[in-house]
């Protein structure tokens, strides 16, 4: 089975020192766009993983909310360097915890705490990189042993086919082939062969969640977390196994259900099994907030971001939390933070000018009504051109000098 980084790990990414080039466009995309930056870098993942995984950056850094880009980008950068990949991704070698692997997997860490459910369409391109190499090497050793030249033949990997040897493969085959239904199939299989194999009911809620058939992703992870407390009552060693993020999966399951006080309930329960885990922190915060409990929710905003200080999505959500309780000094700090730790994220801009010209503090708020121009995507024209207009307003009643806004990117 491949070998995954697991979801629950340490994802504190650490931002590169230099940046890489924005890649170039070969048609007219919005340069503000995150979306624009991902897809170019699907178009050009196989042909030129180097500026694809450019591309998925600067997708993460425009949103530094959407977990896409972030595993999208572990995969690029695991295939720009080929050497040992079958190794990395079978054996788990020594090759596995050099510090570029570990680089490229923390982004996918990351990726899961944001979205626990992501589907990872993207695993089979590693998959398939490593069976074109091999069907290369072959095919040279052929020639070079015979003369003969039979041609390179495509290698497939069938669900079917390897269903009776290997279920638990054929079910990862026909999710990564987005035939969710054989996949619900061969899990199933996978997990009567595999009774022990706890892991497999996750593997199989994360299907029933992409179908939206969440009651039975719920019962798929109970099942997987009553089999792990099972087991830790029966072990002899003192060894414990965190359902922390599984138990978080738990809670996002509740929300898309609507159930918010048993989110809640598992957002708790992450927490009393890793009260590090920040993210959980920042989801009861969310929690909190639609039900009303504004007091809750800050307090677990503000406990994530003393956890996770670097992130500033966290930043953004504590400040537009501050801002709705009406704690403006608060939130203006929130915002000024997230700015700080990522100029190219637009969303914090313009709550932060607002709150600025509000409080009589004109030449400020110009200046983030600016960046926020500058920096937003073309879909979001209505705040633009309001934060345009906002700006044309504030000099005319202040007589400020014009400033010409930063040049988009």
């Known amino acids: ?13 650490k931002r590169a020192p230099d940046e890489p080039r924005r890649p170039h466009f070969t048609i007219v995309r919005d340069t503000n766009s995150a979306g624009a930056y991902y897809y170019h870098g699907l178009s050009v993942l196989e042909r030129d993983p180097q500026q694809a995984a450019d591309a998925f950056y ?8 959407w977990a896409d880009p972030y595993f ?10 080929p050497r040992g990949l079958d190794d990395y991704l079978y054996r788990g070698s020594g090759d596995r915890a050099s510090p570029e692997r570990r680089r490229a997997d923390s982004l996918a860490h990351r990726a899961f705490l944001i979205d626990p459910f992501l589907y990872r369409r993207l695993e089979r391109t590693l998959v398939d990189r490593v069976l074109d190499d091999a069907r290369t090497t072959v095919t040279r050793a052929y020639v070079q042993r015979t003369g003969e030249d039979p041609g390179l033949m495509p290698v497939r990997l069938n669900a079917s ?10 079910a990862w085959v026909a999710y990564t082939d987005g035939n969710f239904p054989d996949a619900l199939k061969y899990f199933a299989s996978a997990i009567k062969r595999y009774p ?3 892991d497999l009911h996750a593997e199989r809620a994360d299907v029933f969640f992409l179908v939206t058939q969440y009651d039975s992703a719920l ?20 060894f414990y196994d965190s359902k922390a993020f599984f138990e978080y999966e738990v809670g996002r399951v509740h929300v898309v259900r609507g159930d918010l006080p048993a989110a809640r309930a598992a957002y708790e329960r992450a927490l009393t099994e890793d009260l590090s885990f920040f993210m959980a922190h920042a989801a009861l915060g969310d929690v909190a907030l639609a039900q009303h409990d504004t007091a809750a929710a800050l307090g677990e905003y503000a406990q994530a971001v003393e956890l996770a200080g670097d992130e500033p999505g966290l930043r953004y ?11 403006f000094d608060g939130a203006a700090e929130q915002f000024r933070k997230a700015i700080e730790l990522d100029p190219y994220f637009a969303k914090p801009y313009y709550p932060l000018a607002y709150i600025q010209e509000g409080t009589g503090k004109d030449a400020e708020a110009i200046v983030n009504y600016e960046g926020f121009v500058s920096h937003a995507a073309a879909a979001d024209s209505a705040r633009v051109a309001d934060a345009r207009q906002r700006i ?3 000099r005319a009643a202040s007589g400020a000098a014009g400033t010409t806004p930063p040049a988009s990117h």
Do not use: C
């Open 72 to 81: 999208a980008r572990r995969v690029a950068l695991h295939m720009t360097n």
């Open 58 to 65: 600067w997708a993460s850094r425009i949103d530094p909310d």
């Open 219 to 238: 019962v798929e992870l109970q099942t997987m977390l009553a089999q792990m407390r099972t087991m830790d009552e029966k072990k002899l060693i003192p």
């Open 161 to 170: 086919r390897l269903a009776m040897d290997s279920p638990r493969l054929a």
């Open 1 to 13: 089975m491949l070998l995954l980084p697991a979801r629950h790990a340490d994802a504190q990414q």
């Open 196 to 198: 022990k194999a706890y």
């Open 392 to 394: 044309t307003d504030l």
């Open 317 to 327: 959500r504590y400040g537009a939390a501050l801002f709705t309780a009406a704690k």
